[in-house]
């Protein structure tokens, strides 16, 4: 059986950085966005990272990349 991932990946020419994780969560695909679970704490971790505050929404979280 051939699965595709449900996602594109996100990146541009500037990207230098590549983030690997395992194939997205059922609460992920449903929201068509990466990390989308509520109790997943990467966006969270993120944000702390790099001292910046990230919005919830999907928009929110592109802005940030």
């Excluded at 990390?35 to 702390?48: G, T």
Aim: aromatic content about 16%.
């Amino acid at each position: 059986m051939l699965i595709e991932h449900p996602l594109k990946p996100i990146y541009d020419k500037n990207s230098i950085v590549l983030i690997l994780g395992s194939f997205p969560s059922v609460k992920s695909r449903e929201k068509q966005f990466y990390y989308s679970h509520p109790q997943n704490r990467f966006w969270n971790i993120l944000s702390k990272v790099f001292d910046e505050k990230i919005g919830n929404n999907n928009n929110d979280k592109l802005r940030f990349y």
